[in-house]
């Protein structure tokens, strides 16, 4: 029986499609400013190709393979992401939410689910969710930047269960990454519903244990998978 629903914020709760292709945009035009043109077809055969080889720093590997390996470069093109950071949240209001997820999490909660947060983000997300009003319907009120834990990493997931005193085998977690979500989780028993959207929508399981429990394209469907079937 599940009791405990553990939940990603990047794809399940916050759409991040602005800030995807912000990103993008950015990534662009700086290699632009250096004289490297990239057609978007390029930019997106690179991106796709490092999505399927399940890439642990996404944007750090597309410029490093854009800008053929060229460390000095590779570098200072980092620095003019994380330096702009600031200005793309602020064009993209900080937090996109799903459609109808706050009712989503509290019909759950009106069902007396226990809720909890594993999601690698940094710590001002959470003023933005409490503010929105989403954060109170969790029982873990902290991100991978407040404990030091990252996923794919299964401590991270442990941490949590722990504290919203979740048993893992009675729990489902909510992701759109194979590999920082599903896989991790399942290691542990956490049985999994993965969330097809955004650009991680192409990563495909190379083998069983990569496979989710369920595969949604709505995120309404969570409710329906979790009060009808037998998890």
């Avoid at 990534?27 to 057609?39: P, R």
């Avoid at 929105?132 to 407040?146: A, E, I, P």
Wanted: aromatic residues 10%; glycine residues 4%; positive net charge.
């Amino acid at each position: 029986m599940i009791k405990n629903i553990l939940f990603d914020i990047g794809g399940p709760i916050d759409k991040e499609a602005l800030m995807d292709k912000l990103i993008d945009e950015q990534i662009i035009n700086s290699l632009k400013f250096f004289d490297i043109n990239i057609s978007k077809t390029k930019y997106i055969e690179t991106q796709n190709k490092l999505l399927i080889a399940f890439s642990k720093n996404l944007y750090k590997d597309i410029i490093w393979e854009l800008t053929d390996k060229n460390c000095k470069l590779a570098s200072i093109i980092e620095k003019q992401l994380y330096d702009s950071e600031k200005e793309r949240n602020k064009k993209r209001g900080f937090f996109e939410p799903q459609e109808n997820i706050f009712n989503i999490l509290k019909n759950l909660k009106g069902k007396k689910y226990n809720l909890g947060i594993v999601a690698n983000q940094p710590t001002r997300c959470l003023k933005i969710m409490g503010k929105l009003g989403l954060l109170d319907f969790f029982s873990n009120k902290y991100v991978s930047d407040s404990v030091n834990l990252y996923k794919p990493d299964e401590k991270f997931f442990l941490h949590v269960c722990n504290y919203i005193n979740a048993n893992p085998y009675e729990s489902i977690m909510i992701g759109d990454r194979i590999d920082n979500d599903i896989v991790p989780a399942k290691n542990l028993g956490i049985r999994t519903i993965r969330f097809m959207t955004g650009r991680y929508k192409i990563q495909k399981p190379r083998k069983k244990s990569e496979k989710a429990d369920f595969n949604i394209n709505n995120i309404s469907n969570i409710e329906e998978i979790i009060d009808n079937y037998d998890l």
